[in-house]
């Protein structure tokens, strides 16, 4: 099944997963719009779509060039502000909109974080909208690197371990 039927099959789902997937969706043709950037759909959202499996997310984590979260972090909050995008939590680069959270962060930190590139990530367009996902052998890297951060360790260790089971059982490890 190719990621754009994936994406399909997941939207008709009734949960609140197919709801933030409609989300992003709106939020990724925004982007492309409003700044000619392509994001990647990251964190549990997009490793449910890639699992073919509701992880139940609390938000919906989008990676993003960082030029957007340094240099024109002001025009970018600007611009969310008026399609009624709500700060509200600065340092996580956290949004909020119809109840929905949208935390962004640099795209560019992959690389050294789990050793993934722009180029190893998938670019999906579906309708006029464009983003990037990740494989589930990148999924695998992320997570098992995130086990190790200490943060992760004390606060997120047992839902990593299960999504890396998970991820390991789907692509057969």
């Known amino acids: 099944m190719t990621t754009v039927?994936?994406?399909?099959?997941?939207?008709?789902e009734e949960n609140e997963s197919s709801k933030k997937l409609h989300c992003f969706l709106e939020n990724a043709r925004e982007l492309n719009d409003s700044f000619h950037l392509i994001p990647l759909l990251y964190g549990s959202l997009g490793?449910?779509?890639?699992?073919?499996?509701?992880?139940h997310p609390d938000d919906i984590d989008i990676l993003i060039p960082e030029y957007y979260?340094?240099?024109?972090?002001?025009?970018?909050?600007?611009?969310?502000?008026?399609?009624g995008y709500q700060l509200i939590d600065e340092h996580e680069h956290t949004f909020e909109k119809a109840g929905?959270?949208?935390?962004?962060?640099?795209?560019?930190?992959?690389?050294?974080?789990?050793?993934?590139?722009?180029g190893d990530m998938e670019l999906v367009k579906r309708g006029d909208t464009l983003f990037k996902t990740l494989s589930l052998e990148h999924y695998l890297k992320v997570y098992e690197t995130s086990s190790q951060d200490g943060y992760r360790?004390?606060?997120?260790?047992?839902?990593?371990t299960e999504k890396i089971n998970l991820i390991k059982q789907k692509i057969g490890k």
Not at 47 to 55: F, I, K, M
Not at 100 to 118: D, G, Q, R, V
Request: aromatic share 8%; charged share 35%.
């Open 153 to 160: 360790i004390n606060k997120k260790e047992k839902k990593d």
């Open 69 to 83: 979260l340094e240099g024109r972090w002001e025009d970018f909050q600007r611009e969310l502000g008026k399609k």
């Open 5 to 12: 039927q994936t994406i399909e099959k997941a939207l008709k």
């Open 100 to 118: 929905i959270k949208y935390s962004y962060a640099s795209i560019e930190n992959l690389e050294p974080f789990a050793n993934i590139t722009l």
């Open 47 to 55: 490793l449910g779509v890639a699992l073919e499996q509701d992880l």
